[in-house]
């Protein structure tokens, strides 16, 4: 079995909204909306890849105090197992733009099952949910 751990984070706007990006059509689960966020590169901690990953997409900066853990994902695709933390995040440097040609949406915890999102974070949504409201 490959264990897979990638970063995510939930970045939280003044209306309780969360950012959600969609993922480029040639890349694996294409198409898809997911939390902005990635792979660990080799001897990286999980808040620097985060914060590394935050400022290559959305072009944000974000302090490592800023970062709380929210919950995690833990999930059996085909190829790997993914193991997802969540991070929550109110405050940042910079207005999130489209580095990488995702497109980009702030949307409520409720709306999030409105917009396609990998199977490995459909059970996120609940603890967004309590957290932020409907
Ligand atoms: N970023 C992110 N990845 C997710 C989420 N849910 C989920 O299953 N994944 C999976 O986690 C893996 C991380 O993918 P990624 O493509 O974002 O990794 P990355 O930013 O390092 O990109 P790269 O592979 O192009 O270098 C993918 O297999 C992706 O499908 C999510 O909400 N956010
Ligand atoms: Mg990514």
Redesign the pocket.
Known sequence: MHL?L?V?VALVDADSRVLIAQ?PVH???GGLW??????LESGERPEQALIR?LDE?LGIAVQEACLAPLTF?S?GYPDMH?L?PLYICRRWEGQPQSREGQALKWVRPRALRDYP??P??EPLIPALIDLLGP
């Open positions: 897979l990638v995510a993922r890349k694996a689960l997911e939390f902005p966020g990635g792979k990953e997409e994902a999930y993914l997802m999102m990998p490995a974070d």
